[in-house]
């Protein structure tokens, strides 16, 4: 059945579902960026803004790479070396709290 002999509410599910169907298959085609600016950065790492900009100024970030005309970005890698250093260790996992 054509989107013009639906209902008007079932023609806008129709259309929706298109433009999700064409949103998904653009975003796959597209690679994954090896660069993030500080909001991607930001959402990668799960951080909120205050939390990002608290870690920024403790210097406990990855290294920003300076890039002329877009300012800092981040290695998606260096990020993700981040998050792996940010598990914690058996010795950590296992050691007994002092309450």
């Known amino acids: 059945m054509s989107p013009d002999k639906l209902p008007s509410n079932q023609a806008s599910i129709s259309d929706f579902a298109e433009a ?27 951080l909120s803004r205050s939390g990002w900009f608290r870690a920024k100024s403790a210097d406990l970030l990855p290294r920003a790479v300076h890039i002329e ?10 990020l993700d070396n981040w998050i792996d250093r940010q598990k914690p ?11």
Not at 69 to 78: C, E, F, L, Y
Not at 93 to 99: G, N, V
């Open 20 to 46: 999700i169907a064409s949103a998904v298959a653009e975003r796959i085609g597209k690679p994954t960026p090896q660069l993030l600016d500080q909001s991607a950065a930001r959402v990668f790492l799960g």
């Open 69 to 78: 005309g877009s300012g800092d970005r981040w290695r998606r890698k260096d």
């Open 89 to 99: 260790t058996r010795k950590q996992i296992d050691k007994p709290s002092r309450d």
